[in-house]
Structures are given as structure tokens and as C-alpha cells.
T-cell receptor, first 117, second 114 residues
Framework: EAGVVQSPRYKIIEKKQPVAFWCNPI?????LYWYLQNLGQGPELLIR????????DSQLPKDRFSAERLKGVDSTLKIQPAELGDSAVYLC???????????????FGPGTRLTVL | AQSVTQLDSHVSVSEGTPVLLRCNYS??????LFWYVQHPNKGLQLLLK??????LVKGINGFEAEFKKSETSFHLTKPSAHMSDAAEYFC????????????FGAGTRLAVHP
């Protein structure tokens, strides 16, 4: 079974430029998550989707970050414009939430390491 | 509010000796607890999870963890370290019955020496 796929794996951009990250979850997983992992820290949730709906985006900085999950499968996370402080690893995860089974295991992709110069 | 404290940012052991990575949690409700491992340039991999069944949880690669409610701890152990265990380990809490929001600790970097 294929795992969570993310691309690109690495991205270097100059500040004020836009950048986008793509995630393909595990087949059949209806819930998708984007996390931010700063150096030396644990991941922090940015946004959670159930199917096409963003059900928790309270931690997403909406002035420059946006996300979408068209057709409830793949997702894209965008930053525009990027700032120096956005340098981090962006992780995507997916899980199958079958009703009230909210302890479903989240499976993580390898992440995209963003460097903003 | 939930939180996780990993008591050691770095742990160093010799190959073949026991591993102990310490984790304390804070949760208002019955928590689910997880340990994830992150090898360099790889995704987070689930080692084990506790979801209110047996308090001693066995995971992959010989790791296990014991849920102690009275101590609010969920320490990760392994009897004998292997060189391939060198990685970053994260203790994670999620409130059972709520939605599946994971709160990660800051991580413990495990070094294994020959």
C-alpha cells in the first residue's frame, strides 16, 4: 500500500515569493491534515480536512496561507508571500475517520522542507 | 487543555543497553497516547498507541510503553538498543472522544553509540 505522498521534498525560494506544496493521501482516507514542524520542535496542526471540508483551520495564518482539497482527495497548501520565518518542514498526514473513531491513526508523509532566503 | 512534556531533549545509550524515553502528559479527559519516530529525511512513523485497553502497549521494533494514570506518564522503553534506533522520538496525546487532534511533545533525540 502506498503511503502519503508529498511533493516537492525540498524547496528553496526567496522571501515574498509564492510557494505551493502538494499532498496525496493514502487511498480511502477521508481525513487529511497539514502540519508545520519548526526545527527542534514537534509538528503543529495547521488545518484538518474531512473530505472536502476544512473542519479545523484555527491555526492557519490566513493572511498568507491557504489550502484546498478538491474532490476530497489531493490537497495543496500555499504560502503567498513567503517570509523568512516560514522556513520549516510542512507535513501532510491522513487517516480514516469512520464515525466517532477519533483515535484513528494518522499516517504521515515525508514532508516538504522549505527554505526561505 | 492537553499538553505533553518530554523530559529529555537528548538521550545517549550504547548499543545493546536499555532505552528509556520519558513522557508526561496532561489531559482533562481519557487520553489516547502515541509514540512516533522520525528518522532523518523521513516521515513520522507510528511506534505504538494506547487507547484505554491494556496499560502496557507493545509496538514495533521491540519498543513498548506503559500508561500510568496515577503518574500521568507514558514512558517508552526498549530492552536493547540497536544502531538503527537512532532517531527523533515524539510523544503525542489526543483526547479520546473528541476529534483526532494530536498534540506533540518537543521530541527526544536518541543517539546510539557502538
Amino acid at each position: 500500500e502506498a503511503g502519503v505522498v508529498q511533493s516537492p521534498r525540498y524547496k528553496i525560494i526567496e522571501k515574498k515569493q509564492p510557494v505551493a506544496f502538494w499532498c496525496n493521501p493514502i487511498s480511502g482516507h477521508n481525513t487529511l491534515y497539514w502540519y508545520l514542524q519548526n526545527l527542534g520542535q514537534g509538528p503543529e496542526l495547521l488545518i484538518r480536512y474531512e473530505n472536502e471540508e476544512a473542519v479545523d483551520d484555527s491555526q492557519l495564518p490566513k493572511d498568507r496561507f491557504s489550502a484546498e482539497r478538491l474532490k476530497g482527495v489531493d490537497s495543496t497548501l500555499k504560502i503567498q508571500p513567503a517570509e523568512l520565518g516560514d522556513s520549516a518542514v510542512y507535513l501532510c498526514a491522513s487517516s480514516y475517520s469512520g464515525g466517532r473513531g477519533y483515535t484513528d491513526t494518522q499516517y504521515f508523509g515525508p514532508g516538504t522542507r522549505l527554505t526561505v532566503l | 487543555a492537553q499538553s505533553v512534556t518530554q523530559l529529555d531533549s537528548h538521550v545517549s545509550v550504547s548499543e545493546g543497553t536499555p532505552v528509556l524515553l520519558r513522557c508526561n502528559y496532561s489531559s482533562s479527559y481519557s487520553p489516547s497516547l502515541f509514540w512516533y519516530v522520525q528518522h532523518p529525511n523521513k516521515g513520522l512513523q507510528l511506534l505504538l498507541k494506547y487507547t484505554s485497553a491494556a496499560t502496557l502497549v507493545k509496538g514495533i521494533n521491540g519498543f513498548e510503553a506503559e500508561f500510568k494514570k496515577s503518574e500521568t506518564s507514558f514512558h517508552l522503553t526498549k530492552p536493547s538498543a540497536h544502531m538503527s534506533d537512532a532517531a527523533e522520538y515524539f510523544c503525542v496525546v489526543s483526547e479520546a472522544g473528541g476529534y483526532n487532534k494530536l498534540i506533540f511533545g518537543a521530541g527526544t533525540r536518541l543517539a546510539v553509540h557502538p
